[in-house]
């Protein structure tokens, strides 16, 4: 692996089998982070991953620390937050209708204009302004 010297030069380091179980067994073992690892041992990322396919072992299924986009609900606040939320959806469902009959009218209106007043309100498209 590659070994750092202070003088930004790589050194290729060569861990004996030995060495290389026993930072498997560390990563095994503890909670460390595979980036601990690695700055611990200075090795690439890919290093425990590869040593353990050479030695049979398969990756364990570590439990992801955070989880930022998902919220935990407590089962006794589903049937609050459900409720909650349909009746959001109800009154955005009222909006949104409100709107739609809103559009309708303003439409007409500029139709009615165009034909009895012969006004020409709406945009043609290629216009110059």
């Not at 290729?12 to 690695?38: P, R, W």
């Not at 040593?51 to 986009?69: N, V």
């Amino acid at each position: 692996m590659i070994d750092y010297i202070s003088q930004g030069r790589r050194v290729n380091k060569h861990y004996t089998d030995s060495e290389k179980l026993s930072m498997i067994q560390e990563y095994l073992t503890t909670d460390v982070t595979m980036e601990a690892m690695c700055a611990k041992y200075h090795i690439g990322h890919s290093s425990i991953t590869r040593w353990m396919a050479i030695f049979g072992m398969s990756m364990p299924e570590r439990p992801l620390t955070k989880m930022p986009m998902v919220q935990k609900i407590k089962p006794e606040e589903k049937p609050a937050a459900i409720e909650s939320l349909e009746a959001q959806l109800k009154e955005l469902r009222a909006e949104l209708e409100h709107e739609k009959l809103k559009n309708l009218a303003l439409n007409t209106m500029i139709d009615v204009a165009g034909e009895e007043l012969h006004v020409d309100i709406r945009k043609k498209a290629g216009a110059k302004q």
